[in-house]
């Protein structure tokens, strides 16, 4: 059977999903590509490039994308990532509705290879919030654990139902590769 996904529970510390939350400066309304916002609704940051959060979280989920990717997946990708923290609110219909991770319209010669997303908030933090795929296999129970992490091919459709209660903290992150071929 083919592996769609590898998934770590647990695997990073409630003190470091704490710290990533509270290093977060600011949040700002996300958008797609295309700059439509009524398909999501949630809070972004972008950790810059050349700076100490971007250094650890390199670090960090570096060894996961580079074990999934050298157990599972085989894609061509180089370490260089865009991280993102995200805020989804029950306050605001927070979601994202379906989607794949990458820009079919970018023209530098690189796409977006592995998605991995760590779940920065404890399950009893909210509800509703499901990390859901349409093509392949759906996550097992325990996913919400706070510190699991996600690694997935970019091009997977997902979703992120509506949160209903609290908010759901996420760190996501794209690793790139040679234009699909």
Not at 12 to 23: G, L
Request: proline content about 4%; hydrophobic content about 35%; some cysteine.
């Amino acid at each position: 059977m083919r592996i769609n996904w590898q998934l770590w529970r647990s695997r990073v510390t409630k003190e470091t999903c704490e710290q990533i939350i509270s290093n977060v400066p600011s949040t700002q309304e996300a958008t797609t590509f295309g700059g439509e916002s009524t398909h999501r609704s949630s809070k972004i940051h972008f950790i810059e490039h050349d700076t100490p959060d971007y250094a650890l979280a390199m670090q960090m989920l570096g060894f996961f994308v580079n074990e999934a990717n050298e157990k599972v997946f085989g894609f061509n990708i180089h370490q260089k990532a865009d991280f993102q923290y995200t805020e989804y609110r029950a306050s605001e219909d927070g979601h994202y509705g379906l989607h794949h991770d990458i820009d079919w319209n970018r023209d530098d010669g690189f796409d977006r290879k592995l998605s991995i997303t760590v779940q920065l908030s404890a399950p009893e933090d909210y509800d509703g919030g499901d990390f859901v795929f349409t093509e392949v296999e759906n996550l097992p129970e325990g996913y919400k654990e706070q510190g699991s992490v996600l690694v997935f091919p970019s091009y997977l459709t997902h979703q992120v139902t509506p949160v209903t209660r609290g908010v759901r903290r996420s760190l996501v992150a794209w690793f790139e590769g040679p234009r699909w071929q």
